[in-house]
């Protein structure tokens, strides 16, 4: 199993950059992702990346300003988050998928002001 903990949320004005980490304590490399929920809104998936940390892949909304990476020795996963806009602001969860089920993280919120 997996226990995934969230930190670097927090308020920035628009234009701005913020670098979510989550750490893992579990033992195995797993395929991880970030998805995010803003208020009234389902759950959206805006980045994932493989064990390896070769294959990415993005959400539309958020290609050309986010970047997910991963630190395997620090089991550290990453999304750096740039040009952030109002419609970024959410809560955002870090998730490993473990066979036919996923992991979830606690949740951080990020706030983007105008």
């Known amino acids: 199993q997996v226990h995934l903990v969230e930190s670097g949320g927090g308020l920035v004005q628009a234009g701005g950059s913020l670098r979510l980490s989550c750490t893992d304590s579990?033992?195995?490399?797993?395929?991880m992702g970030w998805s995010r929920q803003a208020l009234g809104k389902e759950r959206e998936t805006v980045a994932r990346i493989d064990s390896t940390g070769f294959r990415k892949n993005y959400a539309d909304s958020v290609k050309g300003r986010f970047t997910i990476s991963r630190d395997n020795p620090k089991r550290t996963l990453y999304l750096q988050m740039n040009d952030l806009k109002p419609e970024d602001s959410a809560t955002y969860y870090c998730y490993a998928k473990i066979g036919a089920n996923y992991g979830w993280g606690q949740g951080i919120q990020v706030t983007v002001s105008t």
């Open positions: 579990g033992g195995r490399m797993y395929d």
